[in-house]
């Protein structure tokens, strides 16, 4: 299994091969289009001119990694704020794991240890650190016992709640519709 956007071909290989490309794809994944998220880490990639390092971005000139960012097509909506959020999310990468974002996932004894160590990481909140755990469940067997428990509704089998879900087309417009149908239920909440 891997990771299948409607993005570049080139995109969802980097995704699929770099784990550092697919931890900074759902920390973009906000207030942008999911395809914008998930291409972005190829863009950088691309600019910089090689693979991306978590060391290397851990280590960045931060005013030059917003330049980056920022060129047009800019890599998010927000670039300064999201260019420190990759910059702090190397960092804890490089403090807690050498560097290699595989490491995150690797060694977890269980889903509960998976989402706390996501959880940790900059730009990961409870909802988000479920999302990757369920990510890095369905999509790259990374199964520790208890991983579906801990993604909580995103690790259910057959939901269609998130990139976790999306395997083509069909699963991105229910992911979407799905969305959409929450944002109007917390809408109507708000009264």
Partial sequence: MALSLPIDPAANELLNRNALALVL???LDQQIPMEKAFCSPYLLSQRLGHDLDARELAGFDPDALLEIFA???ALHRFPKAMAA???ELCLA???RYDGDAVRLWADAADGVELLRRVGELP???RQKAQIFVALLGKRY???????REAAGGYGEEGAFRSVADVA???SLRRVREFKQAAKAEAKAAKG
Avoid: I
């Fill in 168 to 170: 083509d087309p069909e």
């Fill in 93 to 95: 990468l490089v403090d």
């Fill in 25 to 27: 794809g759902l920390v």
């Fill in 123 to 125: 730009g990961f909140g």
């Fill in 85 to 87: 959020r990759v910059q």
């Fill in 141 to 147: 067997d990374v199964r520790p016992a208890g991983w």
């Fill in 71 to 73: 060129r047009p097509p």
